[in-house]
């Protein structure tokens, strides 16, 4: 009884300290929006006029579209949507690709969709640090106007501090993340119902009446206002996207018992505080502090923001990563910033373009209020796209049906694509911004994408059967030298160029000849017992394919190792690893647009050498060239 007793406790411990974690890393992002949601409804770019019925409605829209976006889109039914416990974009591509796989025409459709939604994630990761951060020091200019000229320079210089550490591992300051917005969601929570005592009436606009009669009384200005109440949903594609890292249930229960319960009394608490002085509407979530407590809480906002902030960059990384493993960009500098914890890395190209592009919307857009134009639309668009994978998802996969998952997510849409033309008027304002660079990432992406199966389709036809190669060796072998030479090769049934230049050139063959492909498959993670699959050819040849999963980490060696069992056993000392290098030449009237071309040869040029990616010891590598015409 006691041992029952002791296991529950360690349990309980343990689903403790994951929903600790979980709000330090998931929620960062939807519990710093009632820094400026409200405001910007109120006081933003578009403001609506402050009347007792439009609080009301705006409120009941707020809380509504919490409910129906995240509690029910979200938490019941995106969540249920994983890939092997793995969530997020990449695993949603993924689930959705497994039901179209004999279809090439729909599996494509899918794929474009999926790497736009992606693009998308990127646009909104942009945005993200730039609105939260500036949205908090903003609260100095509470407390003293003067000081309105240093909130640029002071947002700047937390930007950089934040972009800066990155490399250092978010694992020492991500001890800090939970206990940290811990204290801020009590404090949203007390704020919120200290103002809530001074106008009890405020709780009615619970009532989804007042938002509908929002709607229907301001038909132009509700669509504006919705545009902004959009804002209290952002981050909601971070509960899927990290449900990996903490498993669903500790983020589920956190969000209904603790974060979902402080955003509504926090926004009901600046309603009635703005029911009680309209003045307040300038910048009611500051003004509901009490005067002394308004430097703590700007201090206590900034933290927050930066760990909202560090929660979508380590996001971007990890995206960046699986679309890197599944295709959809080139291999890139990967640094691991922790030993025990597989999902703690850091990618110093991601990292810096992203700051740069922080910066310039900052210094560019100068205001929080002019970043919520910004800010809409990224998210809107992201949203869209994952009810229409997921609605594949639901038909297909839980084997619903079509009609019972298009009535379901026909309901979520009908709501999501009100947010986005709501957001599509805001376009001029600055909502042009993420579309841009949005539009630009999924150019590159797809170029990429498009360029790999141009490329391989150009070495394939140049291709020598395997088999044949070596029916030729048995009647006039080269010399034979002492060694093992492992030759990377993307065609298990070829022949690898970089064999046939240095038989070519070098006129001979290592004594042992290992042909190694490599396979990612569209699940996060493949078992070690599943790791390698080892052939033994003619004439001392072996065929091994690796196979990982999007979210492993691919090492040569490593899986090299894993070959003894079958009879193939590896001394480094004498293993030589043999890489072919293109060199591409682009080609006016190919299958793919001459200025992609220039973008894939300039993208494939500057990406990664694949050394690095598979972990292959830099001292042991042979590198031979070629070229391509596309």
Known sequence: MSSQHSSAEVTGQRFAALALAALGVVYGDIGTSPLYAVKEVFAGNHPIPVTVANIYGSLSLFFWALVIVVSVKYVTFIMRADNRGEGGIMALIALALHTVQDKPHHARWIMIVGVLGAAMFYGDGMVTPAISVLSAVEGLEVGAPALHAFVIPITIVVLFILFFVQKSGTAVVGAFFGPVMLLWFTTLATLGAINIVDH?????????????????????????????????????????????????????????????????????????????????????????????ALYPLIGLATLATVIA??????????????????????RMEVQHTSEKEQGQIYLPAVNWGLMVAVMILVLGFKSSNNLAAAYGIAVTGDMVITSVLATVVVAKVWKWGW????????????????????????????????????????????????????????????????????????????????GTAVFLNADPKGVPHALLHNLMHNKVLHERVVLVSVQIFDV???????????????????????????????????????????????????????????????????????????????????????????????????????QVVL
């Not at 229960?253 to 319960?261: A, E, G, I, K, Q």
């Not at 360029?451 to 389709?457: K, S, V």
């Not at 996060?524 to 979210?551: A, C, H, M, T």
Request: proline share 6%; aromatic share 12%.
């Open 403 to 482: 009609i019972r998952a298009g009535l379901i997510f026909a309901c979520f849409l009908s709501v999501e694509l009100v947010f986005l033309t709501a957001n599509i008027l805001k376009i001029p304002d600055g909502g042009w911004f993420p579309l841009v660079a949005g539009m630009a990432i999924f150019v590159l992406m797809t170029t990429w994408k498009r360029g790999r199966q141009l490329l391989a389709d150009r070495l394939k036809g140049e291709r020598l059967e395997l088999m044949m190669f070596l029916d030729s060796l048995a009647s006039s072998m080269p010399t034979r030298v002492a």
């Open 524 to 626: 996060p993670y493949v078992p070690d017992i599943d790791r390698v699959e080892v052939r033994q050819l003619k004439e001392n040849f072996w065929s091994v394919i690796v196979q990982y999963g999007f979210k492993d980490e691919p090492d040569i060696p490593e899986a090299m190792a894993l070959c003894a069992d079958a009879g193939l056993e590896f001394s480094q000392l004498e293993t030589s690893y043999f890489i072919g290098r293109e060199t591409l030449i682009p080609r006016l009237g190919s299958e793919m647009a001459f200025w992609r071309e220039k973008i894939f040869v300039a993208m494939f040029r500057n990406g990664g050498s694949a050394t690095a990616f598979f972990n292959i010891p830099s001292n042991r590598v042979v590198e031979l060239g070629t």
């Open 309 to 330: 902030s560090q929660a979508v960059i380590s996001g971007a990384f990890s995206v960046t990563r699986q679309a890197m493993q599944l295709g959809f960009v080139p």
């Open 200 to 292: 009890p009436a405020i709780l009615s606009a619970l009532n989804p009446l007042y938002g509908l009669e929002f709607l229907l009384a301001n038909k132009a200005m509700s669509l504006m206002a919705m545009g902004n109440v959009v804002l209290a949903v952002t981050g909601a594609e971070a509960l899927y996207a990290d449900m990996g890292h903490f498993g669903r249930k500790p983020i589920s229960r956190t969000w209904f018992l603790f974060v979902l319960p402080a955003l509504v009394l926090n926004y009901f608490g600046q309603g009635a505080l703005i029911l009680g002085d309209p003045e307040a509407a300038k910048n009611p979530f500051f003004l509901s502090a009490p005067e002394w």
